[in-house]
């Protein structure tokens, strides 16, 4: 029998799922603190199961923006060259640094990763710059994506906070087809990640939910991460996705501060 305490749990992850889907983050940046504060998961499976939560995003909103053509797969191409890799060597690091250090030293570096991108965000915001193809310099692209692989695999997060960034600030690419850019990146790099994790430590206590649990989640959040990007083509601006992504990682941000400051 399904607790009431899990199915809250389900339903704040779809709520997410549904904030998420517009503006091309999978929703790691809070799938984590949910899964780990509130589901009551150590932090290390807590990662893995906010990368499935995050793959079912990514796949759904993906789909979505495709179908508005608002995925840019020559930047898709030259993003995984090098974050699929780089996905892996996060999953293996995270997994070290939980078990040999502490899972306080993963939260640093998320601390510091979420401050970045709420900075870049808020900076390209107030310059007002408008981007053009020819913005396109896909040797700090690369390096960027490479990162942005890097903290998926290490913080379960999916990577498109950094995704995003740089397909604005360095991919050339407007609001909605940065974010479509990045789920559709995120769907191909996401699966290592949690291939890696799943490989070397098991799926933990992912395993101890129900099964009807295990598998209704996943689909619900793949459906509704469809129609909350398809909804979000009319009715939101792109500056309404620019002010839900700055929100979303703010809330986040504040969530390992508070965390840390207790430590």
Known sequence: MVEL????????????????SPIGLGGGLLYVPILHYLAGLPFETA???SLVMVLCTALGSAQAHRS??????????????????????????S????EQVSDVTVKVIALCLTSWVLYQTIRRMRSEVTVTEGDFQP????????????ACGMLGIGGGAIYVTMNRGWGGLGVRQAAGTSFAIASIVVPIAIATHSIARGWGELADFSTPLLIATPLLALGS????????????????????FITMVSMS???YLTDLATI
């Open 5 to 20: 305490g899990s199915l809250g749990v389900v339903a704040l992850l779809l709520i997410v799922v549904v904030l998420f």
């Open 47 to 49: 990662i893995l199961g």
């Open 68 to 93: 508005e053509q608002l995925v840019s797969m020559d930047r898709v191409k030259v993003a995984v060259i090098t974050a699929l890799p780089a996905a892996s060597i996060g999953a293996l690091a």
């Open 95 to 98: 997994i070290w640094a939980i």
């Open 139 to 150: 040797n700090v692209y690369r390096i960027g994506t490479g990162v942005g692989g890097l």
């Open 225 to 244: 991460a469809y129609m909350g990007g398809r909804l979000s083509f009319r009715n939101l601006p792109a500056s309404a996705i620019t002010w839900i």
């Open 253 to 255: 941000l504040l969530r």
